[in-house]
């Protein structure tokens, strides 16, 4: 079956220091990948996504994120994280064939960066 | 310019009532979902437009569920005789094409008493 595993629920780090949020997925085929991220009281938006060539992306506000496919793994990372990235993170995966994107979704990980 | 929008962004109803959730995607956007977010469940995918025609259903959780796209534009998802664990918060996404990324609207957050 389809799932994605956020490997922490929640974090808490202080302002500066480096983040890494795991996301591993099972899916058969190829897939394409995101991480998307709910401040407080706003929408889901969208911090990056993988659809090919080269493995590690860059998104909005210094994230990055490298996909390793023999790990089935898309890691979050941030080496200096602000107070304003407070917020919900969410890794969602949808396969690469067909009109059909839907996403399927970790549970998410909740992070605190205290000032 | 405008966003995903979505109404009404609260609804609180009695069990056993019907409701419609609304959702306004992107102008020019083909493709739309709905997906629901609730404690302990995390996101889950209901249901894939792609214009007006719904291919991908397999999320709705039972038949008292129920959506609808008119004009490639609008889609209202129906809930009949709601019940408790209906509480949710529900997303709509709309994107440009299907392989393109969705973009979300604010969610309609619902609960059944």
């Known amino acids: 079956a389809q799932s994605v595993s956020q490997h922490n629920h929640h974090v808490i780090l202080s302002e500066a220091a480096s983040l890494e949020l795991g996301c591993n997925y099972s899916y058969g085929g190829t897939v394409n990948l995101f991480w998307y991220v709910q401040y407080p009281g706003q929408h889901l938006q969208l911090l990056l996504k993988?659809?090919?060539?080269d493995p590690l992306v860059k998104g909005i506000k210094g994230f990055e994120a490298e996909f390793i496919k023999s790990k089935f793994s898309f890691n979050l990372r941030k080496p200096s994280v602000q107070w304003s990235d407070t917020a919900e993170y969410f890794c969602?995966?949808?396969?690469?064939?067909?009109?059909?994107?839907?996403?399927?979704w970790g549970l998410g990980t909740s992070l605190a960066v205290n000032p | 310019g405008a966003g995903v929008s979505q109404s009404p962004s609260n609804k609180v109803t009695e069990k056993g009532k019907d409701v419609e959730l609304r959702c306004d995607p992107i102008?020019?956007?083909?493709?739309l979902y709905w997906y629901r977010q609730s404690l302990g469940q995390g996101l889950e995918f209901l249901i894939y437009?792609?214009?007006?025609?719904?291919?991908?259903k397999s999320g709705l959780p039972s038949d008292r569920f129920s959506a609808e796209r008119t004009g490639g534009s609008v889609s209202t998802l129906t809930i009949q005789r709601t019940q408790q664990e209906d509480s949710a918060v529900y997303l709509c996404?709309?994107?440009?094409?299907?392989?393109?990324?969705?973009?979300f609207g604010p969610g309609t957050r619902l609960t059944v008493t």
């Open positions: 969602a995966v949808a396969g690469d064939a067909g009109n059909n994107r839907k996403l399927i």
């Open positions: 437009f792609q214009g007006n025609s719904a291919p991908d």
């Open positions: 102008s020019g956007h083909t493709a």
């Open positions: 993988y659809f090919s060539g």
């Open positions: 996404a709309s994107s440009l094409t299907s392989i393109h990324e969705q973009y």
